[in-house]
């Protein structure tokens, strides 16, 4: 409901309360997300998928994720990539979910500069995140990544607030990658996160890959429409939420393109499985 309120820009008037709303509902679930996910790496259920990965191309989409938000709060954020750049083989996602959590965090005690910065150093992959904060104490500089243990401005002009599982998580993530995750003080006088990972980098794909590659490119390239014309034929959806009021926004929302049954939980979807066949 919220997309479509802030899609239809019906009252031009109203766009920057939604997207403040949007901006908190989105906030409020990644906090349930590394709640859920905190919980898995403690229990040691959670899995990693390590393919080769674009680390430079990587580090500028997450930085462009904080671009408009820092420059709001009149903070730059300066990026030093390599000329060349870096094909990994790692958990794209986890470094993802890390980077994101430390230019979160930069962002939030931040006075004006942040600089994120990829290097190699030996057999490491190196990415720092540093900023012109007011710092953490050489004290407080390990409990930092415990969890819900958070850190208060020294000269306590910042009013951020967080969870304080964030760099908890991330230092488990990156264990679990067989890398380190370390704080500093930067060069400004703030803090400097450095993460570094064991680099396996990709040289040259076999040629088997290559093949691969190419039989994807095919595949994609191919106009499917006529396959899966919906406007010849909609297709039978079956939706399962116990939440009734979310269920019937959603058939409301997709019923132009799709013939809907509902069912309000577990038991009744079976039960309408084992009658009729949805697409």
């Known amino acids: 409901p919220l997309e479509k309120l802030y899609d239809s820009k019906s009252d031009t008037g109203n766009s920057k309360y939604l997207s403040v709303i949007d901006k908190n509902v989105n906030y409020l679930l990644d906090i349930t997300n590394q709640l859920l996910d905190f919980q898995k790496m403690e229990n040691g259920s959670i899995s990693f998928i390590c393919k080769p990965c674009n680390i430079n191309q990587l580090t500028e989409q997450v930085v462009a994720q904080f671009t408009t938000p820092a420059a709001l709060n009149g903070i730059a954020i300066q990026t030093v990539l390599p000329a060349k750049e870096i094909t990994a083989i790692t958990d794209r996602d986890k470094v993802h979910k890390v980077l994101v959590n430390l230019l979160s965090n930069a962002v939030k005690h931040a006075k004006s500069q942040i600089e994120i910065k990829l290097f190699i150093a030996g057999t490491d992959l190196g990415i720092s995140v540093s900023d012109d904060g007011s710092g953490i104490s050489p004290a407080e500089r390990e409990k930092v990544f415990e969890a819900f243990y958070q850190v208060k401005d020294k000269d306590e002009k910042s009013s951020a607030t967080g969870t304080g599982i964030g760099l908890a998580f ?41 093949r691969l590659e190419e039989i994807i490119q095919d595949i994609t390239s191919e106009d499917v429409t ?40 577990g038991n009744e979807a079976l039960k309408i499985l084992a009658e009729e066949s949805p697409d």
């Not at 703030?190 to 570094?196: E, I, N």
Request: proline content about 1%; aromatic content about 8%; cysteine-free.
């Open 170 to 210: 991330s230092k488990s993530l990156v264990e679990g990658l067989k890398g380190k995750l370390s704080v500093d003080e930067s060069v400004w006088g703030g803090s400097v996160f450095t993460l570094t990972l064991p680099l396996e980098e990709v040289k040259t794909l076999s040629e088997n890959e290559n």
């Open 226 to 265: 006529d396959h899966f014309d919906l406007a010849k034929r909609k297709f039978w959806v079956l939706l399962v939420e116990d939440n009734i009021e979310l269920l019937n926004l959603t058939q409301e929302s997709i019923s132009e393109w799709f013939r809907i049954l509902k069912a309000s939980d």
